[in-house]
């Protein structure tokens, strides 16, 4: 599925919600298909299971996940994406915290360029290895 790490200062809700996101995005996880259980999920990831319900939650409640009662929950038929605005202030973040951590290691423009592309087809092969 996917990894979480305790030492990233993300809470972990907020590890495994990305974590549901990508695999949505990624086409691991379909619309109308069942994501594991909570507990099935907090077993495999080793974390409580408040906190895997928090992020299912909050997935649901965002319209990313449906809870059928008696049956489970479920990819959205049709799960909503974050706004673009969201998008593109979370790229930014994310990017400005990329862009430090390779100043800091003193790597070039090139050098962290490669280095998120390369991260960002070995995403996208995993994906396929899992499909």
Do not use: C
Not at 44 to 72: C, K
């Amino acid at each position: 599925m996917f990894d979480i790490n305790p030492a990233d200062a993300t809470p972990i809700w907020k590890q495994i919600e990305d974590g549901m996101r990508r695999m949505i995005a990624l086409g691991t996880l379909r619309p109308g298909e069942p994501v594991p259980s909570v507990r099935d999920l907090a077993k495999s990831l080793r974390v409580n299971p408040n906190t895997v319900a928090r992020s299912y939650q909050r997935l649901t409640d965002h319209g990313v996940f449906v809870v059928r009662r008696g049956e489970g929950t479920y990819v959205a038929d049709e799960p909503t994406k974050p706004k673009q605005s969201e998008s593109d202030a979370k790229l930014r973040a994310a990017a400005g915290v990329y862009a430090g951590a390779a100043l800091a290691v003193g790597a070039t423009l090139d050098e962290a360029t490669a280095e998120l592309e390369s991260n960002y087809e070995r995403l996208i092969q995993e994906h396929r290895r899992t499909v």
